[in-house]
């Protein structure tokens, strides 16, 4: 039968201690360590126990293996008394931090594998869960999500725009300033520990988000408008650039439903797309105001439209509060995650675009589990895959079981 919330907590709990006894050594101290806070959410509850300091790297692995918590976080800012409460800890900076995570992408593979439930009326729906019941009007809602290759492919996407602009925009180094981590659940995290950033404030951090994100941007101040005297070129730098090499990708395959899906007139989509190729060369040369004439001086509403769609293309979509936050607490790099029973792995840089999470981060590679599944979705776990399942007992590798008791889709068969 299937074992009680204790009898899996006490697993979940088990495992990761083995995991990190057998491979604790693996986890690297950041820069500063000493002068870091730590923060330990463990399995039995929702409280987390931080303003924690340690001395050494040994004192920080045998706490992390003694306690065995669900997720192990460590500060992005460094402070004189880590270990202080807040108003006390005497800030002395902060590496800049990005976190990319899909469930706040909002992939349209959402719709299939997450799922809400009201625990008011028992009203429950699939993809992004509402701030109510739609049934009901209140508000307690849980909500199951999962992820898939779809998924971790929207973020590693957004994750490789984000360290282009950083390298070619930004000027970082992707040898020596930038890692890359993988989240151990839905995302990526990149760290920048490089000293001439840690002084930032929150407003030139915001100012960093707002341009990574293309916040604000308006053709005509691009190359793009009436008065241009000369216009941005294909190898051109910064926004300027990236919107004309967006627009030349845009054009070399676009079809017409994609045009009018942006709000084009009819008029307007007939004369791109009769004169595509024209459109192609007036990107590659620097004739001013070379896009407007394909639309007419009184149209700058529709080059504003594509404008924003190249945008789109080029923006990376990071979580605006944790990189304006100096005080943020982020996932310890190769620890487990508890939602998930995977490593927050670190990817090289030049390697991201092949990296295959659901291989590289498998932390319990041996062993098989039974559990008993209250019902869970296909998913795959290195080269195999699972499911659906719904309430049934089924003996599983143990990645993938521990993958299902972390969501709470299951229970240890006891």
Not at 54 to 61: D, G, I, K, L, N
Request: aromatic share 10%; hydrophobic share 35%; proline share 5%.
């Amino acid at each position: 039968m299937a074992g009680s919330q204790t009898d899996t907590t006490t697993y979940l709990k088990n495992k990761f201690r083995e995991y990190y006894t057998t491979h604790g050594q693996a986890i690297e101290t950041p820069p500063g360590f000493e002068q870091r806070e730590f923060g330990f959410l463990p399995f039995e509850g929702k409280t987390m126990f931080r303003h924690i300091a340690f001395q050494s790297p040994s004192t920080m692995r045998a706490y992390i293996r003694t306690n065995a918590p669900a997720h192990v976080y460590y500060s992005s800012a460094y402070y004189r008394t880590p270990e202080a409460e807040m108003e006390n800890k005497d800030w002395l900076g902060a590496d800049l931090v990005f976190d990319i995570d899909a469930d706040h992408l909002d992939p349209p593979c959402k719709k299939k594998h997450d799922q809400w439930t009201c625990g008011n009326c028992g009203a429950s729906g699939r993809g992004a869960t509402p701030e109510s019941c739609p049934k009901c009007g209140k508000a307690n809602l849980t909500e199951q999500t999962w992820f898939c290759e779809k998924c971790l492919e929207t973020a590693k996407s957004e994750t490789l725009k984000l360290l282009d602009i950083l390298v070619q925009d930004l000027g970082f180094s992707s040898e020596k300033d930038l890692d890359v981590n993988f989240s151990g659940n839905r995302g990526y995290h990149v760290h920048i520990y490089q000293e001439e950033v840690r002084q930032l404030d929150q407003l030139a951090r915001r100012e960093l988000v707002d341009y990574i994100r293309g916040a604000g941007i308006e053709a005509e101040f691009h190359g793009f408008g009436v008065a241009q005297e000369k216009s941005p070129a294909l190898s051109g730098v910064g926004w300027s650039g990236r919107l004309v090499r967006a627009l030349y990708s845009f054009f070399l395959d676009v079809e017409p439903e994609r045009l009018k899906g942006l709000g084009l007139s009819d008029k307007a989509v007939e004369s791109l797309l009769e004169r595509r190729e024209d459109v192609l060369e007036s990107l590659r040369g620097t004739s001013p105001n070379r896009m407007l004439k394909f639309f007419g001086p009184k149209d700058q509403q529709s080059l504003n439209k594509l404008v924003a769609e190249a945008v789109k293309s080029e923006a990376a979509a990071i979580d605006t509060v944790v990189t304006a936050d100096v005080h943020r607490l982020i996932r310890l790099p190769m620890t487990l995650h508890g939602k998930t029973g995977l490593k927050a792995e670190k990817s090289p840089i030049n390697g991201l675009e092949g990296f295959d999470p659901l291989k590289r981060a498998v932390a319990f590679d041996k062993g098989e589990i039974t559990v008993h599944v209250l019902s869970a979705p296909d998913f795959r776990m290195g080269d195999e895959t699972f499911g659906p399942f719904e309430d049934e007992k089924v003996a599983l590798p143990a990645a993938a079981g521990i993958l299902l008791l972390c969501k709470g889709a299951a229970g240890v068969v006891t």
